[in-house]
Structure formats: C-alpha cells, structure tokens
C-alpha cells in the first residue's frame, strides 16, 4: 500500500507538556502529591468558573464519584440519554439507583426537554446531562425543569472541554460537571478525570471520595468506603500545558470540521454532524457521519469498507437500552428510542485527531465518497 493508514485519533503533545513532565522527575513529584494537581484543578475550575475541581484518574470515575456524593437513595430515579457511553450508566446503577433512559434528537445526537418531561416519575431525583461529539444539549428547559422539581444536575461535559452554551462555559451546569481527559479529548492526560462544583462541602466530600475515605483525625479508621481515584502530579504537569493551548485546540478542531463539511457538502446518503444551533457552534470532539436511509448497507460495513481503504473510524454509542448487562440487572426493558436506535446502527466517525493534516481529510472524505453506492 503506498498511502499510510489514517488514524481515528492522534494526540498533539508539543506545548510545554514535555518541560512541565520534566519538572516532575527532576524534582521528585510524581505521585498525587505535587503542585501541578492544584495549578491543574484551579485551571479547569477557571475555565468553566466553577470554585472547586477535584482531579481524579479518569472520565468514569468522575462520574462514580459525582453522582455517589449527591447521597440519593436507593432505588431513586436519575434519567441519563440511552446515547451515551457505559460510564453514565454505570455511575448511576453504581450508586444503587435506576437509570431511566430518553431519546436523542436526530439532528444534534442529544437528549431533549420532550424526552425528559416524557421519562420523569414521582422518583425522578437528577438528570444527568450529557453533551454529545462536540455540540451541547440545550440546557435551558431542561435546567428550568431541574430547578422547578428540585432536581439534581449531573453534567458530564467530557467531549466538551473548551465549549460554551450561549456563552456560557460547559461544566458550568451541574451540581456536579465531570471531565475526561481521555487522548481524545479535547484536553488529555493520558488517562484522567476531573470534577467541579461550587459547593465547598461537596467538594471537600468528593476530595474525601477520591482518597478511600481517610480521615484527617484517624487516617486509617473509616466511615465510608472510597475510591483510590487520585490523579499523579505527572499527569496533571500534561494538563497544566494542554488547557495553555485549549483554545487552539479548539480552533483547530472547528477547522477539521469545517474542512470535512466543505468536502462532504454535496454528498448524498450521508448526514453530516449539526455546524451551528442558536446556542452553540460545533466544537466537533469527533467529526461524525450517519447514513441516509437510501444506503443498504449500515455503519459496520461502512467502517469495514473504510478500513480496506486505510481510514480509521470508530461507531457511535451503543444505546444504554440495548446493553445486554444492564438488561440482565432488569433496567430499561422492553423500551425503544428510535431516533438513538437508528444513529447507533449507522453512524460513525472519520479520523477526528488533532494532528491530522489537510490532505489526510481530504483522503477521508475521498475514501467515504467512495465506499458510498
Ligand atoms: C470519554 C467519555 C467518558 C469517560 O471518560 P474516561 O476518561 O474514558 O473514563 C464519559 N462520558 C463521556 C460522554 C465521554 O465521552
């Protein structure tokens, strides 16, 4: 093969990741003690202006940590989109309460006020928010919603690092907003997580949360059990450098997507991700696709196809209704969400990384012109 293989993702690490690493292992701070875990916590906490973040190892477990300090009780209901990833769920079924799933949007891939109102019960307790492949939920009826029945808001914002809601920063939203550091996301660590509030003892319990329970009186005798979830100092020293470059980050990513859009604009039988509503313009996390009902074939082919021709691509979520383990734990039986059902089955997403060049999307595109019948 003469081309190389274009990959789905690729990090850009060349601000000052390397030198702040640098620093670590020349001074010795490489466990979770170490000043880049602070300068780290107060920076994504700056960004979004929230008072409080509290840096853990991962995307998930800030979501087993954020929806565990709220202390609902068992068997209360936190409705979450059935088009997201596991770790919503798994959160949720963690802390001993029930998933209730809603429906996407067709357009913009994520949940709806109309899906909410119609999934709440008199055990409705929190709606978990989450923004999807770059362009917010609309917040605001659901936000309302939330206000005027004393739910709480979970938000998981971890596609949507750099990204605003009518102005307004992502992880902003919730009583508790999580972050995933992940290699694709728009800021990454390698693997790493974050949480953020505003509330000085919910912060001071997810604190406790992330490191088992100590106590400061008695280390070793506990009255709850914790996570060992603490983020090391050489992690944050990487995040420290990669929030420096967020907003080009940002622009670069909106310049993939733009470009793609251009590639893509008069192409039939596939639909391109939403460019811009009245509350947000697209941050594209991933530069994602879905079939028209005119192809015969779905997204697997599709990928397969693309794979042959040395593009990598990754499928959307699979909907939170259909997960077989979940569906043994007796949640979300005989339910459909058509609109979620039918972009898991045929989409997917095109090389979406930070280091592509212009002429590998334009390879992509080309490649997806020509898998197309
Ligand atoms: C990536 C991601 C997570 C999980 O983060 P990890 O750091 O991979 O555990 C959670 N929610 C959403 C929406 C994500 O995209």
Known sequence: MSETFIPVNTPVLDGNEADYLAECVRTGWISSE????????????????????????????????????????????????????????????RAGLVPVAVDCDPATWNMTIEGVEAALTSRTRAIMLV??????????????LARARGLKVIEDAAEMHGQTYRGVPCGSFGDVST?????????TTGEGGMILTDDAALADRLQSLRNL????????????????????????????AQVERLPRTVELKRRIGRLYDEHLADVPGIRRPVARTNYADNIYWVYGVVLGDEVPFDAREAMR??????????PFFWCMHEQPVLRRMGFMLNE??????????????????????????????????????
């Open 131 to 144: 923004h999807i492949y770059g362009l917010p939920v609309d917040l605001n009826p659901i936000l309302e």
């Open 34 to 93: 170490g000043p880049f875990i602070k300068r780290f916590e107060e920076a994504m906490a700056g960004a979004a202006g929230r008072r409080h973040g509290v840096a853990v190892t991962n995307g998930s477990v800030a979501l087993d940590i954020a929806v565990h300090a709220l202390g609902l009780e068992p068997g209360d209901e936190v409705i979450i989109p059935t088009f997201t990833i596991i770790s919503c769920a798994a959160a949720v079924v």
């Open 213 to 240: 329970c100590f106590q400061p009186q008695q280390r070793f005798i506990h009255e709850e059990l914790g996570w060992n979830a603490r983020m090391t100092n050489l992690q944050a020293a990487l995040g420290v």
């Open 305 to 314: 196809r693309l794979a042959a021709k040395g593009i990598g691509t990754r």
């Open 179 to 187: 972050f995933s550091f992940y290699p694709n996301k728009h800021v």
């Open 336 to 373: 459909s969400h058509p609109n979620a059902e039918m972009i898991a089955r045929r989409g997917f997403y095109l090389p979406s990384g930070l280091a592509l060049t212009d002429d590998e999307i334009a390879r992509s595109a080309q490649a997806l012109k020509e898998i197309l019948p």
